[in-house]
């Protein structure tokens, strides 16, 4: 049996302010916005290449009121994807680089944090 992870939820306190940073400022496929009832919004926002969406919205009750995630992707270059944030005016740092990997941290404006984690392998 196959277990696929395809959604993990966001708390946010600005849903178009949200939708912007992820769709406009990050370039990622907005695939759902559908507004229900005053009451009831959903986003599903998707990464490039991604086989999971995160999502966010009104009414969804997912997540308690003032978390936050912390969410792990892999890319296959960490100097690519850090120019590619900075080009794209997201507050980053530089690219740490540690045994198990290089990372870069960004966080979208309600404090979910995301880690970009290059793979490093070991020489043989």
Known sequence: MDFRIELIPLA???????KDFYGTTLGWSVDHDQVVTPELRFVQVTPPGS?????FGVGLDMMPTGSSQF???VVDDADAALADLRERGVECEGVEDLAWGRFVYFADPD?????LQQIVRPAA
Not at 12 to 18: G, L, M
Not at 111 to 115: H, L, M, P, V, Y
Request: proline share 0%.
């Open 12 to 18: 946010v306190t600005d849903v178009e302010r949200a």
């Open 51 to 55: 086989a999971c969406s995160i999502c």
């Open 71 to 73: 969410i792990q992707v």
């Open 111 to 115: 404090g979910n944090r995301w880690a």
